[in-house]
């Protein structure tokens, strides 16, 4: 049981560039949630699920897309990476609204 | 707003009892009290949550306060691996959960 994973642990990318941050849990949990985190600050909400096939936005929603095709992977997209987005980004999963179990995170830095 | 207020940071000696504070004055009847912490470079961990009733598990307890405007995370003794940012958490109807900026604690050997 690995519980909630994230690929890559670490990216560099540069501006305008894109890329796909992929979440995987074997909890069969039908919420999963992409969060970031600047330094020195709480975790921000970007885009959430309460199932597959369903995604919506969070907090903090620009310049990210999301995917839920498959109960156990939940994706993360940036079209056109800035350098704002340059954040560590985690990814939880929960069985119900109360409990979250997050993932490693990955840090991206965008040049 | 759905944000709770805790102090910056909090130092602790260890094996001592640690009482870790949180406001929640606006929150509303349904909403649930969660806290996790985030140890060094890595993801939060759950810690405990509740709604009405104090709540005690194997990591900490948690007290609610009667009017439920705040309630207190308890590490009965506190270890050098329990060093971490503590978040406290209103977790409103929905799904946005808002995590405000924590407490750091600091625990002395």
């Known amino acids: 049981n690995a519980g909630v994973t994230q690929t890559p642990k670490f990216r560099v990318l540069k501006t305008g560039q894109s890329m796909t941050l992929l979440c995987a849990q074997d909890m069969n949990h039908e919420y999963m949630y992409w969060y970031r985190q600047d330094p020195g600050m709480g975790l921000r909400l970007i885009h959430y699920s309460v199932g597959e096939g369903t995604t919506a936005k969070g907090e903090v929603p620009d310049g990210y897309n999301v995917s839920r095709l498959k109960k156990q992977n939940f994706l993360l997209g940036l079209e056109s990476a800035a350098p704002s987005q340059t954040s560590v980004y985690f990814c939880a999963s929960g069985g119900s609204r109360e409990t979250q179990y997050f993932g490693p995170g990955t840090r991206l830095l965008v040049l | ?109």
Request: glycine content about 6%; hydrophobic content about 35%.
């Open chain 2, 1 to 109: 707003d759905a944000k709770t207020t805790q102090p910056n940071s909090m130092e602790s000696n260890e094996e001592e009892p640690v009482h870790l504070p949180c406001n929640h004055s606006t929150i509303s009847g349904t909403d649930y009290i969660h806290w996790y912490r985030q140890l060094p470079s890595q993801g939060p961990e759950y810690v405990i949550h509740g709604l009405t009733s104090n709540v005690n598990n194997r990591m900490a307890s948690l007290a609610i306060a009667e009017d439920r405007k705040s309630s207190t995370l308890i590490l009965h003794r506190a270890t050098l691996r329990d060093a971490a940012v503590y978040y406290c958490i209103r977790q409103a109807g929905g799904f946005k959960t808002i995590f405000g900026a924590g407490t750091r604690l600091f625990v002395k050997a």
